[in-house]
T-cell receptor
């Protein structure tokens, strides 16, 4: 069965420090992978996506993610975190035809000054 | 602007009452989804629909019902059979092929 695991429930990073959020997936075929961000009480906003091609993908707000097939991972990174990045982050495996996207349980990011 | 509109943003209902959450999209997307979000549990799929007049149960469909009479609309009814309905509900849509899902701003339902 398809699944997405985000091993870290909560991460605290100092402002200006680098960030890496982990995501592991289980999928029977080539995965379509996404990272979303959610501010409290809001919907989810797409940060970036991977369908095929270059395994390092760039997204909005200075985020990037790297697809590693051998590790079944799609980790999200940012070189320098800003206080406004504090939010909840979700990794997702995209839907193939006839199915719905599957989400991880999320990682809450706190940014300390 | 194209997007997904969920209404209302906040909803309060008494226990035992049915309540319907609205979701409308003007993105011309074929697929629409309903997710429930509870703290620490991520997004759990309630129902999804790939085309008009067709929908499938997700992982936690018990106590919920949906309809898809129009491409633009996918309302969710939370029935009195849902044992713990207080939650944040998110509606999303996608083009129906393997693309990203776009989300509405959510409806927070509180049952007292």
């Amino acid at each position: 069965a398809q699944s997405v695991t985000q091993p870290d429930i909560h991460i605290t990073v100092s402002e200006g420090a680098s960030l890496e959020l982990r995501c592991n997936y289980s999928y029977g075929a080539t995965p379509y992978l996404f990272w979303y961000v959610q501010s409290p009480g809001q919907g989810l906003q797409l940060l970036l996506k991977y369908f095929s091609g270059d395994t390092l993908v760039q997204g909005i707000k200075g985020f990037e993610a790297e697809f590693k097939r051998s590790q079944s991972s799609f980790n999200l990174r940012k070189p320098s975190v800003h206080w406004s990045d504090a939010a909840e982050y979700f990794c997702a495996v995209g839907a193939k035809a006839g199915t719905a996207p599957i989400f991880g349980k999320g990682t809450t990011l706190s940014v300390s000054s | 602007d194209g997007g997904i509109t969920q209404s209302p943003k906040y909803l309060f209902r008494k226990e035992g009452q049915n309540v319907t959450l609205s979701c409308e999209q003007n993105l011309n997307h074929d697929a629409m989804y309903w997710y429930r979000q509870d703290p620490g549990q991520g997004l759990r799929l309630i129902y999804y629909s790939q085309i008009v007049n067709d929908f499938q149960k997700g992982d936690i469909a018990e106590g919920y019902s949906v309809s898809r009479e129009k491409k633009e609309s996918f309302p969710l009814t939370v029935t009195s059979a849902q044992k713990n309905p207080t939650a944040f509900y998110l509606c999303a849509s996608s083009s129906g092929r393997v693309t990203e899902a776009f989300f509405g701003q959510g409806t927070r339902l509180t049952v007292v």
